[in-house]
């Protein structure tokens, strides 16, 4: 377990239609960092949150939003779906974020548009 | 351009055939290497950190190494149970802070 909690698991949706993805953090970790995989697919950026703030981002459409809220966890917006956009999504948290302690991952929102 | 490549793409073993995967990075003031293993449909688990080269760790069957240009998963008489996706990422200071590689696929048959 690696103490980082995602709901919900699945989610399935239809096109157009928006929905919201929760992490929580594990306890102490100040970073959030939001990935998607597409099927057999690596691991796509999207965004990181520091104690609240952004600190990057990747190749995260206008259509995604996400936030990070004072209790440090986060979540992640999606609007106007597409079919594309089916896939699993990931948070992760750090301690610190500069890259130099791991990355601890959930286990994940498997999203699928319909 | 920061960049992490891995292979092979993929690997077959039998159970017992020990073998390396390979993990070479390219970037600007590495902070960490760092070793995950992906079951489907799960959550990258987080395996080894490393630091500086000539650094090395162990796990049961595995012993991560590391050089100035790439990294390597050393995997001892694996099981089956070890057959999974495994990826690396360099930590780095700046943008997106990991760098992923695209994984080696590792299949271990009894």
């Known amino acids: 377990d690696s103490g980082v909690t995602q709901t919900p698991k699945h989610l399935i949706t239809a096109t157009g239609q928006r929905v919201t993805l929760r992490c929580s953090p594990r306890?102490?970790?100040?970073?959030v960092y939001w990935y998607q995989q597409s099927l057999d697919q690596g691991l796509q950026f999207l965004i990181q949150?520091?104690?609240?703030?952004?600190?990057a981002k990747g190749n995260i459409l206008e259509r995604f939003s996400a936030q990070q809220f004072p209790d440090l966890h986060s979540e992640l917006n999606l609007s106007s779906l597409e079919l594309g956009d089916s896939a699993l999504y990931f948070c992760?948290?750090?301690?610190?974020?500069?890259?130099?302690?791991?990355?601890?991952f959930g286990n994940g929102t498997r999203l699928t548009v319909t | 351009e920061d960049q992490v490549t891995q292979s092979p793409e993929a690997l077959r073993l039998q159970e017992g055939e020990s073998s390396s995967l390979n993990c070479s990075y390219t970037?600007?003031?590495?902070?960490?290497l760092f070793w995950y293993r992906q079951d489907p449909g799960k959550g990258p688990e987080f395996l080894f950190t490393l630091y500086s080269a000539g650094e090395e760790k162990e796990k049961e069957r595995l012993k991560a190494t590391l050089t100035k240009k790439e990294s390597f998963l050393h995997i001892t008489a694996p099981k089956p149970e070890d057959s999974a996706t495994y990826l690396c990422?360099?930590?780095?200071?700046?943008?997106?802070?990991?760098?992923f590689g695209p994984g080696t696929r590792l299949s271990v048959l009894p």
């Open positions: 949150y520091y104690n609240g703030e952004e600190r």
């Open positions: 992760a948290s750090s301690v610190g974020g500069q890259g130099n302690s791991p990355l601890h």
């Open positions: 990422a360099s930590g780095v200071n700046y943008g997106q802070n990991f760098v």
């Open positions: 970037v600007s003031g590495l902070r960490g």
């Open positions: 306890s102490g970790d100040l970073s």
